[in-house]
T-cell receptor, first 116, second 115 residues
């Protein structure tokens, strides 16, 4: 069955330090991959997406993610975090299901805490 | 600015009452969705609609109902049959009818508390 795993429930990073949030998926074909960010009490905003082509994709707010087919991963990175990056981050996989419907499968999220 | 408006932001109801959550979009998107979010869990799809007057059940449709009479509007009713209705509800839309690869645009959510 298709699934998305974000192994870290919380991550704490010092302001200015680099960041990597992990995302692993289980899906038989090449998936459509997304990262979304959610500030407290708000909806989600798309950070970046991967459909095909270059496996390193750039997104908004200085984020990037790399698709590694051999590892079934799509990790999110940022070279230097800012206090405003504190939020919850969700990885999602677009998958074609058995009934030919396309659906987004979501990870449980990783909460990013920034230390001053 | 185009976007999705969910109202109200906070909603309180007594157990046994039906309640309707509003979702309006002015993005001219064909597809609209309702998700439920609980702490420590990913988003779970309740219902989605790819076109006016048509909608499909998602993974957790039991105890919920929707309508799509206008392209802009996709209200969600949480009925008394929903066993555990207290949650954060998110409405979203996407341009593509087929959902395929089309990013979602989200509203700011409605937090429903049922006591």
């Amino acid at each position: 069955a298709q699934s998305v795993t974000q192994p870290d429930i919380h991550i704490t990073v010092s302001e200015g330090a680099s960041l990597e949030l992990r995302c692993n998926y289980s899906y038989g074909a090449t998936p459509y991959l997304f990262w979304y960010v959610q500030s407290p009490g708000q909806g989600l905003q798309l950070l970046l997406k991967y459909f095909s082509g270059d496996t390193l994709v750039q997104g908004i707010k200085g984020f990037e993610a790399e698709f590694k087919r051999s590892q079934s991963s799509f990790n999110l990175r940022k070279p230097s975090v800012h206090w405003s990056d504190a939020a919850e981050y969700f990885c999602a996989v677009g998958a074609l299901l058995m009934d030919s419907n396309y659906q987004l499968i979501w990870g449980a999220g990783t909460k990013l805490i920034i230390k001053p | 600015d185009g976007g999705i408006t969910q109202s109200p932001k906070y909603l309180f109801r007594k157990e046994g009452q039906n309640v309707t959550l509003s979702c309006e979009q002015n993005l001219n998107h064909d597809a609209m969705y309702w998700y439920r979010q609980d702490p420590g869990q990913g988003l779970r799809l309740i219902y989605y609609s790819q076109i006016v007057n048509d909608f499909q059940k998602g993974d957790i449709a039991e105890g919920y109902s929707v309508s799509r009479e206008k392209k802009e509007s996709f209200p969600l009713t949480v009925t008394s049959a929903q066993k555990n209705p207290t949650a954060f509800y998110l409405c979203a839309s996407s341009k593509s009818k087929a959902l395929f690869g089309s990013p979602l645009h989200f509203g700011n959510g409605t937090r429903l508390t049922v006591t």
